[in-house]
C-alpha cells in the first residue's frame, strides 16, 4: 500500500515556475513507478509525466517536454516535478500517481494516487 500527499500548486503568471512535490508512505516506495498526471474539469484525466523505479528513462506527454522534469529521491519517498515556462493551457489539477509492475501512460493502470493538487497559469 502507498499513500500519496501532493503539495506545491498555486497561481503563478505565464512563463513562470512551480515544483510540484508528491510525499509518499509505504516501505516499498522503491519498488514503483511514479507519474504525474493532470484532469481539466469534465476532462479525462491524462498523462504528464512518468519515472521509472530507479530513476531513469523519464516519459513526458508532448506539450510539456523541454518545459517539465519529473524526478525522484527513494530515500526520502518523494517524487517531484519541476514546471518552467509555464502556458495558461497547464493549468488544471495536479495528481502524483504509484504503480507496481506498470510502465504506462494509461492512469488506469496505476493503483494509488494522491488528493490532487490545483496549478493555475494566468495569461
Known amino acids: 500500500q502507498v499513500q500519496l500527499v501532493e503539495s506545491g500548486g498555486g497561481l503563478v503568471q505565464a512563463g513562470g515556475s512551480l515544483r510540484l512535490s508528491c510525499a509518499a508512505s509505504g516501505s516499498t516506495f522503491s519498488s514503483y513507478t511514479l507519474g504525474w498526471f493532470r484532469q481539466a474539469p469534465g476532462k479525462e484525466r491524462e498523462f504528464v509525466a512518468i519515472?521509472?523505479?530507479?530513476?531513469?528513462?523519464?516519459l513526458y506527454t508532448d506539450s510539456v517536454k523541454g518545459r517539465f522534469t519529473i524526478s525522484r529521491d527513494n530515500a526520502k519517498n518523494m517524487v517531484y516535478l519541476q514546471m518552467n515556462t509555464l502556458k495558461p493551457e497547464d493549468t488544471d489539477v495536479y495528481y502524483c500517481a504509484a504503480g507496481r509492475y506498470v510502465w504506462s501512460k494509461d492512469p488506469r493502470q496505476y493503483n494509488y494516487w494522491g488528493q490532487g493538487t490545483q496549478v493555475t497559469v494566468s495569461s
Open positions: 519515472i521509472a523505479r530507479s530513476g531513469g528513462n523519464p
